[in-house]
């Protein structure tokens, strides 16, 4: 999980937006103008969701941001497979119905973003290994592993090839039946950089969104040189890299098993699912991806966990902009590994 390093908060009640609206005291100079920096927050895709912006107009900061916030629901009505009525899982039901189904824009430019980033990834990143997903929701409840016989079935059932789309009339066509689309590893980048393109819509180009520590920045506070994001350890929900990131203008994305995982027969396995073997991921380490989108940033930091360190070197070289670093904690020591560029994005 990615931390933004926050100031002291006054909380008021905002209830107009129906959310917790919080007005932070920091005010300076911008073009001429005094602007105060805002932070809203409220529950978006199953985690807290915040914009941070700076304005000289509070008014306009609360309606930018309640905004971003309804895009967000309107996105996760969308793309969300815990929601039976979403379009995604409406879609996954025609799988194996030999048809083609038009789909919202939206999803298809997910499906899109999620098919490029396959097979840049050589599958190590994977849209319809939603079966193999579900069964390890159960094993994190049951405190079971996956029936083996089960497991393979669903791992039959998986595969980005699988997936076909016409863009001339954006319709999809699931080729097997029992497929089942799920977006996690990149849906939340995906939504938190469509809610910063909106705030820059709305006049508000000094922001940050932060779904559930898949962070994209605009531009840079005033008087500052960028937006200090902080980093957790591997294994720690507390402790923090020795180092923050100094960012504007771009997306950062860390995955680890910090919250999600089960402990089997002695074994840790993430909620991170290999699509390769259908088996989480049994590394402790984390991976923090930057991207200018945080679309991209979000998939590279679930396909580099998935990746050994030299494949994942070479998938970051086909991004442009993009950056990697891969922490594990050894002996009580956190062992680091970059990608060329990283270390520029770092301030002790």
Avoid at 231 to 257: C, H, Q, R, W, Y
Wanted: charged share 20%; aromatic share 8%; hydrophobic share 40%.
């Amino acid at each position: 999980m990615t931390r933004l390093v926050a100031n002291i908060k006054i909380p008021y009640l905002y209830e107009m937006m129906r959310m917790l609206a919080i007005c932070l005291l920091s005010t300076c100079l911008a073009q001429g103008q005094t602007v105060t920096k805002y932070s809203f927050q409220r529950p978006e895709m199953g985690s807290p969701f915040t914009i941070t912006l700076y304005s000289a107009d509070s008014a306009a900061a609360a309606a930018a941001a309640m905004a971003a916030f309804r895009k967000a629901e309107e996105l996760n009505a969308i793309l969300s497979d815990y929601i039976d009525s979403s379009e995604i899982n409406r879609l996954s039901a025609t799988s194996g119905g030999h048809r083609w189904v038009p789909v919202s824009p939206p999803l298809f430019d997910i499906l899109r973003r999620s098919v490029q980033a396959a097979i840049l990834s050589e599958g190590s990143y994977d849209i319809t290994i939603g079966p193999v997903v579900r069964l390890w929701r159960k094993a994190r409840k049951t405190q079971q592993f996956p029936d083996s016989t089960l497991l393979h079935e669903a791992l039959a059932r998986t595969g980005y090839h699988l997936l076909h789309l016409d863009s001339a009339t954006h319709s999809v066509w699931l080729e097997k039946e029992g497929m089942q689309l799920d977006v996690g590893g990149l849906g939340k980048g995906f939504v938190a950089q469509a809610a910063l393109d909106l705030l820059r819509q709305q006049g508000q180009p000094i922001a940050m969104v932060n779904a559930g520590g898949k962070i994209v920045l605009g531009q840079v506070p005033p008087g500052k040189k960028g937006w200090l994001i902080g980093i957790n350890a591997p294994g720690e929900k507390e402790t923090l890299f020795p180092a923050f990131l100094l960012l504007k203008e771009m997306a950062v994305a860390t995955s680890g098993d910090i919250y999600q995982y089960v402990e089997l027969n002695g074994k840790r396995y993430s909620h991170i699912v290999d699509p390769r073997t259908g088996i989480g991921l049994t590394r402790r380490r984390n991976v923090t991806a930057l991207a200018p989108d945080g679309t991209d940033a979000d998939w590279l930091a679930t396909a580099c966990s998935v990746l050994p360190w030299r494949k994942s070197l070479q998938l970051i070289r086909k991004i442009p902009g993009a950056a990697l670093l891969v922490t594990e904690m050894k002996n009580g020591k956190i062992s680091s590994k970059y990608s060329p560029g990283f270390r520029n994005y770092l301030q002790k």
